[in-house]
T-cell receptor
């Protein structure tokens, strides 16, 4: 099956620093990628939809200036958490949409962000 | 708008007994529906998906789900639970541009 990677898998940073998370589709091209956030023992919440070559579409309540998304190529999307604070600590998961038969999203393994 | 409701936050079964995880959906058009499994500290794994073909969908690891339009349901079943099935399960509805996740059901399997 299709593979989506995320890097890093885990990051710990000090409050006020910016953190970049990469999401790559390894064996297919993804015109659309999605970013989710998951709090402990809770479901995934869609943060934004990222389309290659255009601005991301953010869900209501998600600060676009805090969570910067770039989808520069058909295989790479990045999420930058700007000036991270402890409340931004969470599990961030990306997915890439394969536009072939079945039209399935494939999920990355997630990135655990801890802001001290 | 579309959404899914997972009717049980926690299901506990004994090993070797059947599993039933319930999901109801709401969609203004014919939906695509998915079940994903998430093991602790792991990513999401696709179990199965429904995309308007056969209403009974067979997935991996012996799981299957039946799409019932009249009941707006997409319940996940397995005839015999295994210890390795213990995990969090998410029912998901997909639209043109996004996926909406249910709250999740934690499956516990007792020896």
């Amino acid at each position: 099956g299709a593979v989506v990677s995320q890097h890093p898998s885990r990051v710990i940073c000090k409050s006020g620093t910016s953190v970049k998370i990469e999401c790559r589709s390894l064996d297919f091209q993804a015109t659309t990628m999605f970013w989710y956030r998951q709090f402990p023992k809770q479901s995934l919440m869609l943060m934004a939809t990222s389309n290659e070559g255009s601005k991301a579409t953010y869900e209501q309540g998600v600060e676009k200036d805090k969570f910067l998304i770039n989808h520069a190529s058909l295989t790479l999307s990045t999420l930058t958490v700007a000036s991270a604070h402890p409340e931004d600590s969470s599990f961030y998961i990306c997915s890439a949409r394969w536009s072939g038969p079945g039209d399935t999203q494939y999920f990355g393994p997630g990135t655990r962000l801890t802001v001290l | 708008a579309q959404s899914v409701t997972q009717l049980d936050s926690h299901v506990s079964v004994s090993e070797g007994t059947p599993v039933l995880l319930r999901c109801n959906y709401s969609s203004s058009y014919s939906p695509s529906l998915f079940w994903y499994v998430q093991h602790p500290n792991k990513g999401l794994q696709l179990l199965l998906k429904y995309t308007s073909a056969a209403t009974l969908v067979k997935g991996i690891n012996g799981f299957e789900a039946e799409f019932k339009k009249s009941e707006t349901s997409f319940h996940l079943t397995k005839p015999s639970a295994h210890m390795s099935d213990a995990a969090e399960y998410f029912c998901v509805v997909s639209g043109a541009n996004d996926m909406r996740f249910g709250a999740g059901t934690r499956l516990t399997v007792k020896p």
